[in-house]
């Protein structure tokens, strides 16, 4: 579920990521096991060793090169143990949160979480309430303790004041009513000009956005909603968001529950001229009057008033299994690529790989230098062996020092 709503592209990018990482593990475990290289080492030594004991009558032992071996040897012991270990571990499953089925009985409330704002045109990603969204009434904001994961990613699951009940259909709901201020209008007109979407979440699912294909006619998908849209000098702010809930039941014994297979949203833009107010946060869009809802500063900068409203559709959906709705996001076609993403991804497998090319190119020379060094050591100590046994032969003292004594008064004696 980890890749679940990436491009093929992002996909491949995880992959040289996940590539470079198990290459730089592999080159630490043999960057730092030099036993059996040392070992290796040892044992050419020895057969040179053999080779020159032919020439020389004694050699000392290289105890500083055995006592490497025998090292490597116990390091890579130590590496097969380990392996074996970690094959031995017992296995036992456990509860992932978010992962196991939520039923629901018809009335209960639906959560919608907002999650953050991204956009393919920059690499910043954005918390919900940097911008003046409504927030709850009773002004509780509370963000959702995140994972590993959802830290890296940027993730800030916070509240929404969306109100969804289980099987509730909701025509026109009005979220808040606001005035921006200039300040806000030109923030939200930047976000939108640099195309930024917003991610939300029902039942942990993330919010999709359905769109057709021109070409070939068929429903797409794409992650997230758009905040708006702009053209030539106008910027348009969708500030009605038409939810799409999909369930199927699920039959129980005494009752009915239902479970969440689906999560849709259909921005629109509307102007809040175009909606009448009903008493308990209702609504009502006059469709004969419907326009965008523009944001522009005036030059007095007055404040601009904006409502923002939702509607909810719950559609039954028996034929989608609950371990299947991910799919829909599996088969997401989204044309934006993230390149910069990717570049850094491949930059940093790269940058990775050659630092450990050259830890490994200085650690095979250290190595041959000081096997070179070590060898003609070696050749040194058989010279100067054979040189202080010839001088211990021509100038030692003779066996028979009686006869050499007696001999040399006999030279005396004739001379």
Known sequence: MFSMGLTDMQKIGLGLVAFGLG?????????????????????????????????????????????????GVAAATRVVCLSVLCLC??????????????EYEEGDKLEIKAVKMTSIKTQLPYEYYSLPFC??????????????????????IV????????????????LCETELNHKQVKAFSQR?????????????????????????????????????????????????????????????????????????????SIHSSAVSKQPDDRCI???????????????????????FTYSVVWEERPELAWASRWDTYLSMSDVQIHWFAICNSVAI????????????????????ARYNKDEEAVRLIVANNTQSLMQLQCMGSPCNRKCCILMQHVAQTIH
């Open 159 to 174: 509240n929404t004041p969306y109100q969804l009940s289980v099987l509730k259909d909701q025509y026109c709901m009005i």
């Open 89 to 102: 571990v017992g296995v036992r499953g456990f509860y992932i949160p978010g992962v196991a089925p939520t």
């Open 23 to 71: 290459f730089l593990s592999l080159g630490v475990v043999l960057f730092f096991d030099k036993g059996l290289l040392a070992m290796g080492n040892h044992l050419v030594k020895e057969k040179k060793e053999k080779k020159s004991k032919k020439k020389a009558l004694t050699t000392p032992p290289l105890t500083k090169e055995r006592r490497t071996a025998v090292m």
């Open 192 to 268: 939108i000009d640099e195309d930024y979407t917003l991610h939300m979440l029902a039942d942990n699912l993330p919010a999709a956005t359905v769109f057709k294909n021109l070409k070939s006619g068929e429903l797409q998908y794409e992650d997230g909603f758009k905040l708006g849209f702009s053209y030539t000098s106008h910027v348009v702010i969708n500030n009605h968001l038409k939810i799409r809930i999909k369930y199927h039941a699920v039959p129980k014994p005494d009752k009915n529950v239902y479970r969440i297979v689906g999560f849709e949203v259909e921005p629109q």
């Open 285 to 307: 869009i006059n469709k004969d009057d419907l326009k965008v809802m523009e944001l522009k500063n005036s030059k007095e900068k007055r404040k601009l008033p904006l409502m």
């Open 135 to 156: 927030k709850p009434k009773d002004g509780d904001v509370h963000y959702k303790t995140l994972n590993l994961g959802e830290v890296l990613r940027g993730d800030r």
């Open 349 to 368: 497998v790269l940058f990775l790989s050659g630092i450990l090319a050259l830890i490994i190119v200085r650690t095979l020379r250290r190595d041959i």
